[in-house]
């Protein structure tokens, strides 16, 4: 780990103006006071200061915003309008965030303390991720059937926007969770309540007025700041017809619960354990940057990380001591200091967490290679947890079956190719999965083998617009990205027409 005095890069001025205004609740485009008046500080963790003040939304405000959604849904103003207008909306707002790339990327790093060179990734991202959902606005279209009954029929299908959707999204990658859960549903007609995590706000908002400066109609989407109540008031809602949620997967059994009074739909992103399969024969000099980057990453809090490695065992101990060696060299700093490449943990319950599991790991037995808390320098403050790595882990150690969402990779060993099948699907998640192998039909074998809505070979926690992610087991269900996330924003009406 290298000791760093590198200075912070200056705050842009747009965002020193956006972090000393007061955010409002954003409601159908009206910035306004939480009916309650109360705030809440989001908190830059790697300083633990507060850096902005924001309206904290209760349960009447989401009535407000429901009724608002639903008066602009049924208006069609929206939802009825042609379909390149939505797509000229998309892309102007992808030709405005594309000359905001720095700002969407600084206020993340501010804000969940991600280091620069990943949040400029991920406002890249937002630009490509608009460009690519604005044209799916002018293709969904339905079919028509050749149908068999007696008479002259023409069945033809439509596919038509499900009406109000609620999107609640957590805190550890706030630009790529906004851009998910808004840019599909915007294309399918839908009118949207923007849901942020309260520990990381301001990305999410700055997207939503941007979309608006974009030219969306006013009463399309709305962004709501607040706790947990906002997000469960929105899930009873019996006005939303479609709720998107992000998050754990003790909190996403009980969206589904709330939404069972009107039947809602309902898609969930939810937790992973993700194994990183790694043979004999792998390349070690792709594998280990691979699979470091998929783990240390945001600081390991990536819902797909490849939080579990197992390696066989003719290449066990050069693996663990290469990846020592690889994170050796690795700046940990805060987010907003270019050359830093390991950020800190999103806040102090967060720490919290993941000091207990590097506990919990050492008295269950495994192995400590690297890793610790606490920062480069001592007298630094801020959330910090060092890459950490567990070596002979066994699945029976709480490490190798829960989800920590920090820096911390758990190491197994294996001799057969049935073997590591056993271990690679013995947890209740199935998000991602990588294999990490030079010969090709092992590969696909593992991968058809592995019970993972993703698996990568050779590499992992590449996404991108085109392909669908999401997870099997009770990783959750419904998909995000490519043309499949559009089912969950869309209903399709069969229409009959007898022309005798």
């Given at each position: 780990m290298t000791?760093?005095?590198?200075?912070?890069t200056p705050v842009l001025p747009e965002v020193r103006a956006l972090l000393d205004r007061n955010l409002e609740l954003l409601i159908g485009g009206i910035s306004q006071p939480s009916s309650s008046g109360e705030t809440f500080e989001t908190i830059d963790p790697s300083t633990e200061q507060a850096v902005a003040t924001v309206a904290r939304g209760t349960v009447e405000d989401v009535n407000h915003a429901v009724a608002v959604a639903r008066a602009n849904f049924e208006s069609g103003v929206w939802s009825r309008a042609k379909p390149n207008f939505r797509e000229r909306v998309l892309l102007r707002f992808a030709d405005l965030a594309e000359q905001r790339q720095e700002?969407?990327?600084?206020?993340?790093?501010?804000?969940?303390?991600?280091?620069?060179?990943d949040t400029r990734a991920a406002a890249a991202g937002l630009v490509d991720h608009f460009r690519y959902f604005a044209g799916w606005a002018t293709k969904l279209h339905g079919m028509t059937i050749p149908v068999s009954v007696p008479g002259q029929w023409l069945n033809y299908t439509r596919r038509e926007p499900i009406g109000v959707v609620a999107a609640v999204i957590p805190w550890n990658t706030p630009i790529a969770n906004a851009m998910w859960k808004l840019a599909a549903p915007l294309a399918a007609g839908c009118s949207v309540i923007l849901k942020p995590a309260e520990l990381t706000p301001l990305s999410a908002h700055a997207m939503v007025e941007l979309l608006y400066e974009a030219g969306l109609p006013d009463g399309t989407l709305t962004v709501l700041h607040g706790y947990g109540d906002v997000g469960a008031a929105l899930a009873e809602h019996?006005?939303?017809?479609?709720?998107?949620?992000?998050?754990?997967?003790?909190?996403?059994?009980?969206?589904?619960?709330?939404?069972?009074?009107?039947?809602?739909?309902?898609?969930?992103?939810?937790?992973?354990?993700?194994?990183?399969?790694?043979?004999?024969?792998?390349d070690l000099?792709?594998?280990?940057?691979?699979?470091?980057?998929?783990?240390?990453?945001?600081?390991?809090?990536?819902?797909?990380?490849?939080?579990?490695?197992?390696?066989?065992?003719?290449?066990?101990?050069?693996?663990?001591a290469k990846m020592a060696e690889y994170a050796g060299g690795l700046e940990m700093g805060p987010g907003m200091t270019e050359t830093s490449r390991l950020g800190p943990v999103v806040s102090q319950g967060q720490y919290s967490r993941v000091s207990g599991y590097l506990k919990i790991g050492e008295s269950e037995g495994a192995r400590s290679v690297?890793?610790?808390?606490?920062?480069?320098?001592?007298?630094?403050?801020?959330?910090?947890?060092?890459?950490?790595?567990?070596?002979?882990?066994?699945?029976?150690?709480?490490?190798?079956?829960?989800?920590?969402?920090?820096?911390?990779?758990?190491?197994?060993?294996?001799e057969t190719e049935e073997e590591v099948l056993t271990l690679?699907?013995?947890?209740?998640?199935?998000?991602?999965?990588?294999?990490?192998?030079e010969n090709i039909g092992r590969a696909l074998?593992?991968?058809?083998?592995?019970?993972?809505?993703?698996?990568w070979i050779n590499g992992h926690s590449q996404v991108d617009a085109a392909?669908?992610?999401?997870?099997?087991?009770?990783s959750g269900y419904g998909k995000e990205l490519g043309f499949e996330v559009l089912q969950n924003y869309l209903g399709t009406k069969s229409v009959w027409v007898n022309y005798l």
């Open positions: 000791d760093t005095q590198v200075p912070l700002f969407f990327a600084q206020l993340d790093s501010i804000d969940a303390g991600s280091p620069l060179a019996p006005d939303v017809d479609k709720i998107a949620f992000t998050g754990s997967t003790e909190v996403g059994r009980s969206i589904v619960r709330a939404s069972a009074g009107n039947l809602k739909r309902v898609s969930l992103e939810l937790g992973g354990k993700s194994p990183a399969v790694v043979y004999n024969d792998a000099s792709k594998a280990i940057p691979g699979i470091f980057n998929g783990i240390y990453f945001n600081a390991g809090q990536i819902c797909c990380s490849s939080s579990r490695v197992i390696v066989q065992s003719g290449i066990y101990e050069e693996f663990l690297i890793g610790g808390t606490g920062a480069v320098n001592d007298n630094e403050r801020g959330y910090f947890v060092r890459p950490t790595l567990f070596a002979d882990v066994t699945p029976d150690m709480r490490i190798f079956q829960e989800e920590i969402f920090g820096p911390v990779l758990a190491a197994s060993r294996f690679a699907n013995a947890t209740i998640y199935g998000l991602g999965a990588s294999v990490w192998t074998r593992t991968a058809d083998g592995i019970k993972s809505g993703t698996v392909s669908p992610f999401g997870g099997f087991k009770q």
